[in-house]
């Protein structure tokens, strides 16, 4: 059995597994009791597992940086998982809680579950935020302030006073950001105890669940309750059906397909947007889809109250971490009104998130729609082949509005890890461009971003996809409504362009990510590790 915690340990452990001991710690196979199970008084730290933190440091093409700040997150996922599954033949103890850091960390780690260890998720939860100006600051607004201060709108010292506010406890951005989003489908699959998700990293409630955690991973042996009986097609369904329910972040998409793929669990994700896209409405508008905050959505019931709104269109017989069903465990759930809409008074149309086929991505590419977007877009093309260059452009004035920015060479191969282009959606925001651009890529962007904006644009570049192709002047049309996303080329230039591609090498020659880079499958897959033969 495993408790699986999103947190930093100085966050959770002081309250984490106590069980009605004077000790926090976990269990190991040396400490029994009579009838073969874990005594709730005999504990001791042991740690033996990779955690790999966001802003542990590596070298990248760009030299070295902060490793959330380009590709590392999705390695990240995989190298906890890799490492340990080399663990497993070990003795010493599948007990101990898992500290993975953030959301690649926690997925990764759910993934080595699957095989069956008894596990439940303790979610870290999100960070307060302050106030400037008797009006709140977070992160994301920090982020947005580089291109405000690029095109005067801010100064640095306002920055200054900003950054001084943005963040005032752990935990992930206070947003309807990655990590949110996959706290809250964590709940919906039934990997997590009721109520959990979001929840305030340094609120009382956090430390309750960490407590009850302790408590529901010895049941859970007893029990012999596994992931596998709980992570089954109907939670899948129900897990994206929250995501579309509350406009998650299009991450979700590949880390439930990634679980599913390597879990050998018949679920395909990207098949399920399009099944479910028309049935389910926007239940819920929290930053950046409008004006609700994360702390407002807790205070509603959080994903609990929001499977309840739903609960006609989910599987109400999948089993939970809780040893009941999900019909069993909403039976007497009440939701507060507000800021949470119901099938019947939703806060806006769905779907929520969208996927785009045509020309420029053959295999799909995703949108977020929030609240609602413009239908359409065409304009030409501005092409990068990082996001450094693109943010440089921006800060001299290049971008204008009109153009289709494209950033390319961030896939799960040419990140490597589908690194970010975030960073520049965010300064774009504040440059006041969000709604003038269209933006692009084969990476990944942020939960938290905003405007019209189109990420894990498939094949990637890396793989010689059509985005490899993209030349400046080159006219890109976008049509919501059509679910289309084009490069307008005549044939014959078509032609003359694959000819002339030159095949991606990989840059890391030695290393973990070099083994990454090598093995990563394309992201309808989930982006998971396996020989390239296996596409």
């Known amino acids: 059995m495993a408790v699986t915690v999103d947190a930093s340990p100085d966050q959770v452990w002081p309250w984490l597994v106590q069980l009605g001991g004077d000790r926090a710690g976990w269990y190991s196979w040396d400490r029994l009791d009579n009838g073969g199970r874990p005594s709730a008084r005999e504990v001791h730290p ?136 996959m706290h809250i489908m964590a709940e919906a699959l039934g990997m997590t105890l009721p109520g959990s998700a979001p929840v305030a990293a340094a609120g009382q409630r956090m430390r309750d669940f960490a407590r009850e955690a302790g408590r529901r991973i010895v049941a859970l042996v007893n029990e012999d309750l596994r992931p596998r009986h709980i992570m089954r097609p109907g939670a899948f369904a129900n897990a994206m059906a929250v995501g579309l329910a509350v406009s998650g972040s299009i991450n979700m998409l590949r880390h439930l397909q990634a679980v599913a793929s390597e879990g050998e669990i018949k679920a395909d994700v990207y098949k399920l947007i399009h099944e479910l896209g028309s049935k389910v409405p926007l239940l819920c508008a929290i930053k950046p889809n409008g004006s609700g905050r994360i702390e407002e959505l807790e205070a509603a019931g959080g994903a609990r109250a929001v499977m309840k709104q739903l609960e006609s269109l989910l599987d109400r017989n999948v089993m939970t971490v809780t040893g009941r069903t999900l019909g069993e465990n909403l039976a007497n759930v009440a939701v507060e009104s507000g800021v949470i809409g119901s099938l019947d008074h939703p806060i806006g149309p769905g779907p929520s998130v969208v996927i785009l086929q045509g020309s420029l991505a053959p295999q799909g590419s995703i949108m977020k729609l929030g609240t609602g977007k413009a239908s359409s877009f065409r304009g030409k093309c501005r092409v990068f082949e990082s996001q450094e260059a693109a943010m440089e452009a921006l800060v001299r004035g290049e971008i204008k509005g009109g153009e289709v920015i494209v950033l390319r060479g961030l896939g799960a191969r040419g990140g490597p890890g589908v690194a970010s282009a975030s960073w520049f959606v965010a300064a774009a925001n504040g440059a006041r461009l969000g709604e003038e651009i269209a933006v692009i890529t084969d990476g990944q962007l942020s939960g938290l971003n905003r405007g019209f904006t189109i990420g894990q644009v498939m094949p990637e570049a890396a793989d010689g996809g059509p985005i490899a192709l993209v030349r400046d002047g080159d006219s890109v049309s976008i049509d919501v409504d059509a679910r289309s996303i084009d490069l307008e080329l005549q044939e014959d230039e078509w032609e003359k362009r694959r000819a002339a591609l030159v095949p991606f090498v990989n840059a890391e020659k030695m290393g973990w990510l070099a083994l990454y880079q090598d093995r990563v499958q394309p992201l309808t897959q989930g982006g998971t590790l396996k020989p390239r033969h296996a596409v």
């Not at 990779?50 to 902060?66: M, N």
């Not at 993975?100 to 699957?114: R, S």
Request: a negative charge; hydrophobic letters at 35%; charged letters at 25%.
């Open 46 to 181: 042991e740690w033996q597992d990779l955690a790999v933190g966001d802003y542990v440091k590596y070298w990248t093409r760009s030299g070295p940086v902060d490793a959330w700040q380009v590709a590392a997150l999705e390695p990240n996922r995989f190298l906890g998982l890799h490492g340990l599954s080399d663990l497993r033949g070990r003795t010493l103890d599948p007990t101990r809680p898992r500290p993975p850091v953030y959301t690649e960390g926690l997925w990764g780690f759910l993934l080595t579950e699957l095989p069956g260890r008894r596990t439940r998720l303790v979610i870290g939860g999100y960070q307060a935020c302050g106030r400037l100006h008797n009006k709140p600051v977070d992160i994301e607004d920090v982020f947005e302030s580089v291109g405000e201060l690029a095109t005067g709108h801010i100064t640095t010292k306002e920055i200054e006073e900003m950054c001084e506010v943005a963040v005032r406890s752990p935990g992930v951005c206070a947003g309807m950001g990655t990590a949110n989003t």
